[in-house]
């Protein structure tokens, strides 16, 4: 998640058009896109004596994405809108909410500065008007909370992180939905994993030693300190811990001290893609026998371009991702059409489902205006999408990961692992998700 946690801290579309592929397609057949499964009924108008106030009037209704659609963060920015698009897109061709057309407004945070996000929320609440807001990243501080909080407006993010949830409790806020679980289930559910292929053998670790490296940012620290707390436990012994600054591409001097102190596991928190693609082409010119561990950053197309063959054998997860279902599937296969790019594993299918969650809450609310029934109808039902099951804590307001804190799939957000193989994205945890298994890097003995 998406996930830029840094704030404390660019494709020419195909010939097809939306219109020719939500016709060649059928939006029925793509399962209910905008009520998950439900049927469409849910966004037909409804008559006055609904009280629906909004949807008699059939003025078109503005939605807001946030996103870095510049920048160093832009590649994970254009998968957040593209998402947002499909999502717009199909909801309009379905009759739109409640007989409302929607309009997206994208807001860039280019850099990511914490003004730039005070910004964004100033003017998709107060001059554009939007009804619903989302977007991947937001600060590390939540200072742009206050705005949607104030105006009551539903707001969406994926950015995984716990302080974000805190400020959400903290504050009483009813109306910010944290769309992932946060960081800290990163680590812990790597660790669980890990133990899973040594107690069958899978992975025999060349020594108990790990060497840990994280930006320098809450996100990225957070999760790296859980891993290292939880390896520890274990009888493992941390041989090495180093914080960058992003966007990091000479990794140097860090290779050197693996180099010379080989460790038998490699846990990187930076969440970059270019950092992490710079990282595993200058450690296979020279791979110690370490399994390495990247988080986050291969989710984005980019990865794969940059790092090449350098990815295989890599491993790494998202606590929210597109699965490789049938639901998934269709879904990148409709990306590919429209953009003519495959789409990554994380923001767009997040997004995509971001909104037609909204719409469907909207239409169960009977009013996209009133704020507070939108919310509680986001808060009181649970919603499977490309990317798996969106049910919310009621308190925090936070996706709750399966496997590592329910273990029922059907209520809770997969915490997904993947290794790269071939060239290809090959997702190892969890079933019933899976579609390969783990296996040793051909440089790991």
Same mark, same amino acid.
């Given at each position: 998640?998406s996930?830029?946690?840094?704030a404390s801290s660019g494709a020419k579309?195909?010939?097809?058009s939306?219109?020719?592929l939500?016709?060649n397609?059928? =939006?029925?057949?793509?399962g209910?896109?905008v009520?998950?499964g439900?049927g469409?009924?849910?966004? *037909?108008p409804? /008559?006055s004596?609904? &009280?629906?106030? *909004?949807?008699?009037?059939?003025e078109?209704?503005?939605?807001g994405?946030?996103a !870095?659609?510049?920048? !160093? ?8 809108v593209?998402?947002a698009e499909?999502?717009i897109?199909?909801? #309009?061709?379905s009759g739109?909410v409640l007989?409302?057309?929607?309009e997206?407004?994208?807001a /860039?945070?280019?850099d990511? $500065?914490?003004e730039?996000?005070v +910004?964004a929320a100033e003017?998709?609440?107060?001059r554009?008007g939007?009804?619903?807001v989302?977007?991947?990243?937001t600060?590390?501080t939540?200072?742009?909370f %206050?705005?949607f909080?104030?105006a009551?407006?539903p707001?969406?993010?994926?950015n995984?992180? +716990?302080?974000n ?10 109306n910010i939905?944290?769309?992932?679980p946060?960081?800290?289930?990163y680590?812990?559910?790597? =660790?669980k ?5 040594i107690?069958? @053998?899978?992975?025999t670790p060349?020594?108990k030693?790990a060497?840990v490296i994280s930006?320098?940012d809450?996100y990225?620290?957070s999760? *790296?300190?859980?891993l290292q707390?939880?390896?520890k436990e274990l009888?493992?012994e941390?041989t090495m811990?180093?914080e960058?600054?992003?966007?990091? $591409?000479?990794? @140097?001097?860090q290779?050197?001290k693996?180099? #010379?102190d080989p460790p038998g596991l490699?846990?990187i928190?930076?969440?970059l893609?270019?950092?992490l $693609?710079?990282?595993?082409k200058?450690?296979a010119s020279?791979p110690t026998?370490?399994l390495?561990y990247q988080q986050?950053g291969?989710?984005v !197309?980019e990865y ?7 990815a295989n &054998? ?9 699965l490789?279902d049938e639901?998934?599937a269709?879904?990148?296969?409709r990306?590919q ?5 495959e ?5 767009s299918?997040?997004?995509y489902d =971001?909104?037609r969650?909204?719409?469907?809450a909207a $239409?169960?609310?009977? %009013? ?8 509680a109808a986001?808060?009181d039902?649970t919603f499977r999408?490309?990317?798996g099951t969106?049910a919310?804590? +009621? ?7 399966y ?6 799939p059907?209520?809770a ?8 193989k071939?060239?290809e +994205?090959?997702?190892i945890? !969890?079933?019933p998700?899976t579609?390969g ?8 003995s």
């Amino acid at each position: 998640m998406s996930e830029n946690k840094a704030a404390s801290s660019g494709a020419k579309k195909s010939g097809i058009s939306r219109r020719d592929l939500v016709r060649n397609a059928g =939006i029925a057949g793509v399962g209910g896109l905008v009520v998950g499964g439900a049927g469409g009924y849910l966004l *037909a108008p409804r /008559d006055s004596a609904s &009280g629906g106030g *909004a949807a008699a009037s059939g003025e078109t209704l503005k939605v807001g994405i946030f996103a !870095p659609v510049t920048g !160093p963060y832009s590649g994970d920015g254009q998968e957040m809108v593209r998402g947002a698009e499909m999502a717009i897109a199909d909801i #309009n061709a379905s009759g739109g909410v409640l007989g409302q057309q929607l309009e997206l407004v994208t807001a /860039d945070i280019s850099d990511m $500065a914490p003004e730039n996000f005070v +910004q964004a929320a100033e003017r998709l609440v107060s001059r554009e008007g939007c009804v619903a807001v989302s977007g991947g990243y937001t600060t590390a501080t939540s200072v742009e909370f %206050d705005t949607f909080a104030q105006a009551g407006v539903p707001m969406f993010h994926t950015n995984t992180l +716990q302080d974000n949830t805190n400020y959400v409790v903290d504050n009483g806020i009813t109306n910010i939905f944290q769309c992932c679980p946060t960081e800290i289930w990163y680590a812990s559910g790597f =660790i669980k994993l890990m133990q899973e292929w040594i107690d069958a @053998g899978t992975w025999t670790p060349s020594s108990k030693t790990a060497a840990v490296i994280s930006s320098n940012d809450s996100y990225s620290i957070s999760i *790296a300190n859980v891993l290292q707390e939880g390896i520890k436990e274990l009888g493992w012994e941390i041989t090495m811990y180093e914080e960058v600054s992003v966007p990091y $591409a000479d990794w @140097g001097p860090q290779l050197s001290k693996i180099r #010379n102190d080989p460790p038998g596991l490699i846990f990187i928190t930076d969440y970059l893609a270019g950092d992490l $693609a710079s990282f595993a082409k200058q450690f296979a010119s020279a791979p110690t026998n370490s399994l390495l561990y990247q988080q986050y950053g291969p989710s984005v !197309p980019e990865y794969l371009e940059l790092a090449g063959d350098a990815a295989n &054998g890599v491993i790494w997860s998202t606590t929210i991702g597109t699965l490789p279902d049938e639901k998934g599937a269709t879904f990148r296969d409709r990306y590919q059409a429209e953009y003519g790019s495959e789409a990554g594993l994380s923001q767009s299918g997040a997004q995509y489902d =971001i909104f037609r969650l909204w719409a469907r809450a909207a $239409a169960v609310a009977g %009013d996209a205006n009133d704020f507070e029934r939108v919310a509680a109808a986001v808060r009181d039902n649970t919603f499977r999408g490309v990317v798996g099951t969106y049910a919310f804590d +009621q308190t925090e307001l936070t996706a709750v990961p399966y496997p590592d804190k329910i273990n029922d799939p059907s209520l809770a957000m997969p915490h997904l692992t993947y290794q790269i193989k071939g060239g290809e +994205q090959v997702l190892i945890s !969890p079933a019933p998700y899976t579609n390969g298994e783990f296996e040793l890097p051909s440089w790991v003995s």
